[in-house]
Every structure is written in C-alpha cells, then in structure tokens.
C-alpha cells in the first residue's frame, strides 16, 4: 500500500507528464512553487498536510483558461486520478472543492467552500501571480494571447463579472489593477499577508519605472 509520501511523488510525475506542454506561466514550475509555498504556509497553520499537498500540485491540472473556458476538467481530472490511486473519498471531494474554488475569477464571485487548507493553496497560488514572478508570468501569458502591452485609452475594468473577467483581452497592464495589486488584501493567512506585502511593493515600484519610461522620463 503506498504511503503519503509515495502518493506525492506520484502526483508531480502525473503532474509533471499532463503539464509538459503548459504555457510558460502555468506549467509546472508553476505548480512547483506554489506547492512550495503552499509547505512554507502550512508550517504556521492547523491544516491536514497530505490535503495542502495534493491540493496544491493538483490545483492547475486543467486551467479553465486552456480549456475554452470549461471548469469541469480540472475537477474532474483530478478526481479521475485520486480515486485510481484508492485515496479515501472524503480527501478526494477535498481536494476537487480546493480546485473549484480556488481562482480569483475576477474577484467578485462568491467563493462556495472553505476550508484552512484552501486559505493555504490560494495565498500560495495567489503569491505566484505578484512580485517579480507574478509581472513575468502576466506578460507572458499577454503575450500568449496577443495583447497590448499598455493602452492608455483602456481604462481597468475593476466591477468586471466572472464571465467579463475570463472573456477580457485587455492590456496586460490593466491586469495589474484588474487582479495583480488586489491580492494583497485578500491573502487569508499570516504568513501569507507578509509575504504578499513584499510582492506588492515591487509591483508599484514596477509600475512607477514602466510608466516614466513610457512616458519618456527615464
């Protein structure tokens, strides 16, 4: 019978194999740091590890970005391998709530689940998105999808529904506004409020250096 720690490593080979040909921003490097994260947090807080864990490395198996907007395949992918690896079912639902509930989603969707282990796997996703990871991945994933750097005549949208949020091919810098410099305020954990306080203050500077050099300064 495997142990925990033989259903971890068989996780990331999973996710490492499925996540092979991810966009930059989202491959497994990606589920890598925020799992790492995710350890990091756990350390200050009453969680089930093997949850955080698994919840972590299987957050982003299927992205909803990548999959004409589908949420189900995530959810359902994971649940798919779990249940052939005889997890017990209740770590099973566990973990495919974490995974529906865990994307910004344009930050006015009413989050369905909670739990300590969800408020540790999105404050260690979430810390992947700001600071200087989280500026390369945004305009990586602008790139991706062919967008403007800066627009100065498109205005952030920050009252944007779920469904105005995922259609949105707006700027890669009105993301900033939109999402990136939001995070801040919504992390749920200690450890994660102060390490998102560093990230933020290295996105404003960002900004501050981006606009003077666009508006020729510097």
């Known amino acids: 019978m495997d142990t925990s720690e033989d259903i971890i490593e068989k996780t990331k080979d999973f996710v490492k194999k499925e996540l092979k040909k991810a966009e930059g921003g989202h491959d497994w490097f990606h589920i890598l740091r925020v799992y790492n994260n995710a350890m990091l947090i756990s350390n200050n807080e009453k969680v089930d590890g093997f949850v955080v864990a698994l919840g972590a490395l299987l957050h982003d198996i299927a992205d909803s970005k990548f999959h004409d907007g589908d949420e189900t395949v995530g959810p359902q992918k994971a649940r798919e391998f779990l249940f052939g690896l005889n997890i017990d079912s209740v770590i099973i639902q566990h973990v495919v709530n974490i995974i529906e509930n865990i994307s910004f989603k344009g930050g006015n969707e009413a989050q369905k689940?909670?739990?300590?282990?969800?408020?540790?796997?999105?404050?260690?996703?979430?810390?992947?998105?700001?600071?200087?990871?989280?500026?390369?991945?945004?305009?990586?994933?602008?790139?991706?999808?062919?967008?403007?750097?800066?627009?100065?005549?498109?205005?952030?949208?920050?009252?944007?529904?779920?469904?105005?949020?995922?259609?949105?091919?707006?700027?890669?810098?009105?993301?900033?506004?939109?999402?990136?410099?939001?995070?801040?305020?919504?992390?749920?954990?200690?450890?994660?409020?102060?390490?998102?306080?560093?990230?933020?203050?290295?996105?404003?500077?960002f900004l501050d250096q981006f606009y003077a050099e666009w508006d020729g300064e510097k």
């Not at 260690?124 to 305009?139: C, E, M, P, S, V």
């Not at 810098?173 to 390490?195: A, Q, V």
């Open 113 to 205: 689940f909670k739990s300590p282990e969800l408020d540790v796997i999105q404050d260690a996703d979430r810390l992947d998105a700001i600071g200087a990871i989280g500026i390369a991945r945004a305009f990586n994933y602008g790139g991706f999808k062919d967008r403007k750097l800066f627009d100065p005549s498109i205005q952030p949208n920050l009252k944007m529904t779920k469904e105005e949020y995922k259609a949105s091919t707006t700027p890669t810098i009105n993301h900033f506004y939109e999402k990136l410099l939001l995070l801040k305020d919504r992390m749920n954990t200690k450890t994660g409020k102060k390490i998102a306080l560093d990230r933020h203050k290295y996105m404003e500077q």
